[in-house]
Each structure stands twice: as structure tokens, then as C-alpha cells.
């Protein structure tokens, strides 16, 4: 593998071990001022453990910004979500400013969701001759992943995190990373409220494509 470009995305990573780190109370995680502490500290205890352990030769931090175009084009876009706790909510300033701290470049864009932006900057670095490495909690992703782009999951706990490979992505999802995207236009996504064909699901979904390779050859 050339030097590696590590890409965080920060949302789904404060998200992620905040949930792991409060399933019992989240008022264990807070200052003497009161103030919540769960997600900064469980995303800076990852943070600290990419650095020490696989010391990346480059590392960015991606978040998202609110509003994206996808709002305009679908209203009920993420319609069906739960809204982020609001102790949550409040943690990420916090969570930029260790960002800013470590002085890792922060990169976000108005309009867009960091799934654009990681996807984007990825493609770009594999052309400008790197490996990428994205840790995500987001399986859209999975759509990325190459020879040279490893998309890191979470398991059922921070520890049984996986790295997905090509083949990693075929034996998980049932297609190979190049027909992600077509699955979900069949099947749908229901996290994010988008609905698929009516009647196909994911097995018909995935033999069709196996048949057809993609939703025009269906057509």
C-alpha cells in the first residue's frame, strides 16, 4: 500500500462512541460544571488510538454541516431519522476544537453531507498516487472501496471495527462495491427514508444485478 490518507468522519464517530459509551447513563460522562462529555471523549480516545497505533501519514477529519441538497430535492429525506440527542448536539464545537488542537485539517462544506466530501477527496488522493483509509459508521460508503480504499465499520463494539475490502464488501452485501449504489436505488435506504422498487427486495435485488449488472440493464 502507498502512504496512506486516513479520512474521519467526525459525526458518525462522535455518534458512534457516544452510543457505545452511554447505553447505561450519559451522566457519567460530564465536567463538574456539568457539562456532557461522552462523545468528545470517545471520539478523541479513537482519534488517540489512530495516531499511536497506526501512526497515518496523513490524517483529515470530516463533518457534516446541516442542510444538503438533498433536502431540496427530496423533503423527506432523513425524515424517519431520530434527531441527535441534544447533549450530543452541544459536544460537537467541543469535538472540532480538539480537531483544531491536534492541528489535523478540518474539511467540510456547506450544502453537503461529509459522505460527499469523503467521497470525493478519497478519489482524489488515489489519483494523486495514495491509499485511503475512511473510518466511518456509514455502510453508503462501502460503495468506495477498491484496492486502494479501505472503508473501516464499526462491529458490535468499538474494538470489533473491520476493514472492508472488495471481496469484504461482495460477501457482505451481495455485489461487489461497483453496484452499491444500484442495490440501494432498488432496495431503498431505510435510514435514510428513501424508499425502493415496490415488490424487490434484497435478495430479488441482488440476483437481478447479478443478471442484468446494473438498474439500465434492468431497464
Do not use: C
Request: proline letters at 5%.
Amino acid at each position: 500500500m502507498p502512504p496512506t490518507l486516513y479520512m474521519i468522519d467526525g459525526h458518525a464517530l462522535a455518534y458512534r462512541t457516544y452510543y457505545a459509551l452511554t447505553r447505561g447513563s450519559s451522566n457519567a460522562f460530564t465536567t463538574r460544571a456539568g457539562e456532557p462529555t461522552a462523545g468528545v471523549y470517545g471520539f478523541t480516545s479513537v482519534l488517540l488510538r489512530i495516531l499511536e497505533q497506526e501512526q497515518p501519514d496523513y490524517l483529515v477529519v470530516v463533518f457534516d454541516t446541516g442542510r444538503t441538497f438533498r433536502d431540496d430535492l427530496f423533503p423527506e429525506y432523513k425524515g424517519t431519522r431520530e434527531k441527535m440527542p441534544d447533549d450530543l448536539v452541544i459536544q460537537m464545537a467541543r469535538v472540532r476544537q480538539i480537531v483544531d488542537a491536534f492541528d489535523i485539517p478540518r474539511l467540510e462544506l456547506e450544502g453537503y453531507e461529509a459522505d460527499d466530501v469523503l467521497g470525493s477527496v478519497a478519489r482524489q488522493a488515489v489519483q494523486d498516487g495514495l491509499g485511503v483509509k475512511i473510518i466511518t459508521g456509514d455502510r453508503d460508503l462501502l460503495q468506495l472501496v477498491t484496492d486502494r480504499i479501505i472503508v473501516n465499520l464499526p462491529g458490535r463494539s468499538l474494538s470489533d471495527a473491520k476493514d472492508y475490502f472488495p471481496a469484504d464488501v461482495t460477501e457482505y452485501l451481495g455485489v461487489p462495491p461497483r453496484q452499491v449504489v444500484d442495490l440501494k436505488a432498488l432496495i431503498g435506504d431505510k435510514s435514510d427514508n428513501i424508499p425502493g422498487v415496490a415488490g424487490v427486495g434484497e435478495k430479488t435485488a441482488i440476483s437481478l444485478l447479478q443478471q442484468y449488472d446494473t438498474l439500465d440493464g434492468i431497464y
